[in-house]
């Protein structure tokens, strides 16, 4: 039998994995090989401890919970298209330096444009 600190590992990665559409908690249950108690235990331990978001849902016509991930798993990905990678004024640029990224134009149209992407 594996230990529940096992367990919790292993329901943390899939709640992760299940990124923003989330894990109903009766089927973590199913996927660990776990009974319902330990699951709604592992499952508030990781609601306590701030790494899951826990909602309850009717599904098929009963009460249940859904497990949402508090985080997103980073990558580089993300800021590949930074404009400060390639600018020319990097080495001059900072807050004590003779440009600075509170008043760079692509640096902020770059920003703009991620939050435009993220509400759509």
């Not at 760079?104 to 992407?117: D, F, I, R, V």
Request: with cysteine.
């Amino acid at each position: 039998m594996p230990k529940r600190d096992d367990l919790k590992y292993k329901a943390l990665q899939m709640i992760m994995e299940s990124g923003e559409e989330g894990i109903l908690q009766c089927d973590l249950w199913r996927r660990l090989g776990a009974t319902s108690r330990e699951g709604s235990r592992i499952a508030l331990k990781l609601v306590r401890r701030g790494l899951v978001r826990r909602e309850k849902v009717l599904y098929n016509g009963r009460w249940t919970f859904k497990l949402y991930p508090t985080w997103r798993r980073v990558t580089v990905d993300s800021i590949l298209d930074c404009p400060c990678f390639a600018c020319p004024d990097s080495p001059r640029c900072g807050p004590w330096g003779s440009t600075s990224p509170n008043e760079c134009e692509k640096l902020t149209e770059w920003l703009l444009q991620l939050a435009k992407e993220e509400d759509s």
